[in-house]
């Protein structure tokens, strides 16, 4: 038998630097506790308002659910509060999910209702009611988990009994990335506001807070934010929000921007927040949609044509394509339909910011080969070639009848006429600074 060579004895010093590196993989965000890396396909989350459907039902779910699937959206990211219908509009949203087969949800607590550790068991009840849902959307086998706001909240005891991924909206992404029990997140901010202001030069501030939130995430999971518009009208008696965040044709530089970028989520913000003008959903008849009086800036101001913008750049995004994939024709163009500088006789006044925004008449050509684009704004024409893909044109808006043709080789191949004029005054006595948007 053959002995074993003697152990040599460790000396003091040997031990206390042993001690002092255990210690400092334990306090120190080391690469080695770092190194597990979320993967997930790329995909479409949409923020969903729970809220404001109370009186929803399993099929009208299933219609929200097929229009989001034909404008490119993977999953419901359904923002909850405590209304004594939460429970129930959860049942039908997954239900209508299953039945579908080929979407998802996950549920997102809204924090202005919300508060940890006090609401721990009713956060681990209502996740576990719905993470073995076959149209729970999972993140490496795991039940995905988002907030709105609740900033550094205790969530170690949901964690311990529960299997949740989790990737809340923190205002402070170092936050996010020296907490150990979370592993993503996304910031609210999808329209370059600073400090809940709009400013002059929103594009550029998105590209920095991606920047900024990608740097300092590191391997966790960062979804990426974007929104078509932010317009809210309440009077300081009501909820006294009456501001604009400026974006104007951010909705497509954004898309341009995050087709270069390829973030591992974008988070679309938001599928049905009509009181604050960011929805892409439809117009809906449910009076319960438009809460304190919103329909006043929304009635008649339909964002369908944001979706046809969205699903080219999904396809190329999800086909890891350089530009977006259009197989049919469209133009697609936005505006308000009053002057920013129109006098209203309304009490609440105009929104904060507005001095930001333009008279301009957006429009984004989805053209399958060249033509050339014919614009009459008011008496004006204007007139440019346009390249096949997605091109962007921007023409200062007239008072009166917005007009649009496009003709390709000498033939005009389609004409459309928007029913909304432009005006310069403020027959509403409302400002109104939500957009307008309409296809051809």
Known sequence: MVKAPPQKSRSAGDIMMLLALLLGLLISPSPLLNAYAATIPKTVFAHVVVGILSSYTQSQWAQEISDAKASGIDAFALNIGKDSYTQTQLGYAYAAAEADGNFKMFISFDFAYYSLPSDTNLIVQIINSHASSSAQYKVDGRPLVTTFIGDNQDWSGVKSTTNIFLAPNWADPNSIASNSLVEGGYPWNAWGAVNNRGVADPYTNMVNQDSTWKSVLGSKLYFAPISPWFFTHYAPNSYNKNWIFPTEDLYFTRWQNLLSTSPPAIYQLTWNDYSESSYIAPLRSDPNLYPAGASAWTSNMPHDGFRLIQN??????????????????????????????????????????YQYVSDTLFV?????????????????????????????????????????????????VRLGISPQQFTTGCPSNVYNFNVYVGVV
């Open 364 to 412: 984004v050509t989805l053209f399958t080969s060249p033509a050339q684009l014919v614009v009459k704004s008011g008496p004006v024409y204007s007139r440019s070639n346009v390249g096949a893909g997605a091109v962007l044109t921007k023409v200062p808006i007239q008072a009166g009848e917005q007009r649009f043709t496009f003709i390709r080789n000498g033939t005009p």
């Open 312 to 353: 080219a750049y999904v396809k190329a995004y999800k086909a890891g394509a350089s530009s977006p994939i259009i197989s049919s024709d469209n133009i697609v163009y936005w505006y308000r339909t009053q002057s920013k500088d129109a006098q209203c006789n309304d009490p609440t006044g105009r929104p904060d910011a």
